[in-house]
């Protein structure tokens, strides 16, 4: 199927730890994003690369560091994970910013869970 | 600063009656608007969108209304079904062609039988 995807869909691990989401997507597009979803179902933008390149990168800690091998696959890694960092995480693709702006395609979410 | 903004958190409609969400959005330099549907569990949706050049655009059993002297968007949907209750955000694009989307802060809507 054409979809976004984005593994684990759950995730739940101590303060303090390192830990990585990956998302991936098949439907040929140029821009992948993250955004991070609050208690209260408030999306924000986090980061976002256009074919591999740092497009988009709103005030986050450093602890976050987004990584894209190859245009279509964009994972997040948090260093020293602390609980205002539990929210749901989602991966997102859009054609490309050079046609000007496009629907964005959605992932299901990686729901994170620090104890 | 810039926003994105419901009226309403939760609308509640019968079934079969037409539902109106609405959004009011800051930036009046925003050119693209967008409505999204989050079901629980799922990632957000597409359903339609718009330019700042149309004040108007359909698509099957959803109309979008973009009134920008009042920087105000709408989401219409004829008809409603169960199948319909979800939370609903629109977005804009603050201008920005980067892709980036200012999100707003969702309206449940709950269909009854």
């Known amino acids: 199927d054409t979809a976004v995807s984005q593994t684990p869909k759950y995730l739940v691990t101590q303060m303090g730890n390192d830990k990585s989401i990956k998302c991936e997507q098949n439907?040929?597009?140029?821009?992948m994003y993250w955004y991070k979803q609050d208690s209260k179902k408030f999306l924000k933008i986090m980061f976002s690369?256009?074919?591999?390149?740092?497009?988009i990168n709103e005030t986050v800690p450093n602890r976050f560091s987004p990584k894209s091998p190859d245009k279509a696959h964009l994972n997040l890694h948090i260093n020293s994970l602390e609980l205002g960092d539990s929210a749901v995480y989602f991966c997102?693709?859009?054609?490309?910013?050079?046609?000007?702006?496009?629907?964005?395609?959605f992932g299901d979410g990686t729901r994170l869970s620090i104890l | 600063g810039e926003s994105v903004g419901l009226h309403l958190p939760t609308l509640s409609v019968q079934e079969g009656d037409n539902s109106i969400i609405n959004c009011a959005y800051s930036?009046?330099?925003?050119?693209?608007f967008i409505w999204y549907k989050q079901e629980s569990g799922k990632g957000p949706q597409f359903i339609i969108d718009?330019?700042?050049?149309?004040d108007k655009r359909q698509g099957q059993r959803v109309t979008v209304l973009l009134n920008k002297t009042v920087k105000h968007l709408s989401l219409q949907i004829a008809a409603t079904q169960p199948g319909d209750s979800a939370v609903y955000f629109c977005?804009?694009?603050?201008?920005?062609?980067?892709?980036?989307?200012?999100f707003g802060q969702g309206t449940t809507l709950q269909v009854k039988p």
């Open positions: 690369y256009n074919n591999k390149e740092l497009i």
């Open positions: 997102a693709s859009s054609p490309g910013t050079a046609r000007g702006n496009q629907p964005q395609h």
């Open positions: 930036n009046s330099a925003s050119d693209y």
């Open positions: 977005a804009e694009n603050g201008s920005s062609n980067t892709g980036k989307l200012i």
């Open positions: 439907l040929g597009h140029d821009t």
């Open positions: 718009i330019r700042s050049n149309m």
